[in-house]
T-cell receptor
Framework: GAVVSQHPSWVICKSGTSVKIECRSL??????MFWYRQFPKQSLMLMAT?????????EQGVEKDKFLINHASLTLSTLTVTSAHPEDSSFYIC???????????FGQGTRLTVV | AQSVTQLDSQVPVFEEAPVELRCNYS??????LFWYVQYPNQGLQLLLK??????LVKGINGFEAEFNKSQTSFHLRKPSVHISDTAEYFC??????????????FGQGTRLTINP
């Protein structure tokens, strides 16, 4: 089956620093990747959709300058949280889909804690 | 636009009892429907999906769901639960597209707790 690997699984960073999260499709070409954010005991909220080689499409209310998304290849997308603050602490999950897929495949998530 | 409502935030059930997790959706276009399970600090695992065809969909771990277009529902059922089924369950909907999966809209989640 399709495997999506997300790295790191957890990260702690100091307030004001930037953190990069990677999302890789290991055995298929991901034409589209999705980035979600999940607060404790809540549902997943879509942050942005990225298509390979194009600029990401951000959902309303998501700061594109704060959450930088790059999808430079068919197997890798990155989310960079810039100048992180404690309120950015959350669980970030990516998913990826190929051109012929009817479902997206999820990574294992990244727990970000900003101190 | 689509929306999903999971009617129960928490469902406690005794081991080996049957369970139903309810999900209703709203959409102005045809949709695909999904159920995912999430264990603590992990990503989502697909239980089952409805794309077209038979309205009764069977998934992994003994789960099944029935698509009811007139009631816009997609309830998840299991005839006999195990302790290991304790987890968060999410119902989700996406639009249909000729190529590639579309973004998912999730319900609020249902916490299933299995008691011995």
């Amino acid at each position: 089956g399709a495997v999506v690997s997300q790295h790191p699984s957890w990260v702690i960073c100091k307030s004001g620093t930037s953190v990069k999260i990677e999302c890789r499709s290991l055995d298929f070409q991901a034409t589209t990747m999705f980035w979600y954010r999940q607060f404790p005991k809540q549902s997943l909220m879509l942050m942005a959709t990225s298509n390979e080689g194009s600029k990401a499409t951000y959902e309303q209310g998501v700061e594109k300058d704060k959450f930088l998304i790059n999808h430079a290849s068919l197997t890798l997308s990155t989310l960079t949280v810039t100048s992180a603050h404690p309120e950015d602490s959350s669980f970030y999950i990516c998913s990826a889909t190929g051109q012929r897929d009817t479902e997206a495949f999820f990574g294992q998530g990244t727990r970000l804690t900003v101190v | 636009a689509q929306s999903v409502t999971q009617l129960d935030s928490q469902v406690p059930v005794f081991e080996e009892a049957p369970v139903e997790l309810r999900c209703n959706y709203s959409s102005s276009v045809s949709v695909y429907l999904f159920w995912y399970v999430q264990y603590p600090n992990q990503g989502l695992q697909l239980l089952l999906k409805y794309l077209s065809g038979s309205t009764l969909v069977k998934g992994i771990n003994g789960f099944e769901a029935e698509f009811n277009k007139s009631q816009t529902s997609f309830h998840l059922r299991k005839p006999s639960v195990h302790i290991s089924d304790t987890a968060e369950y999410f119902c989700a909907v996406s639009g249909r597209a000729p190529q590639g999966a579309q973004k998912l809209v999730f319900g609020q989640g249902t916490r299933l707790t299995i008691n011995p």
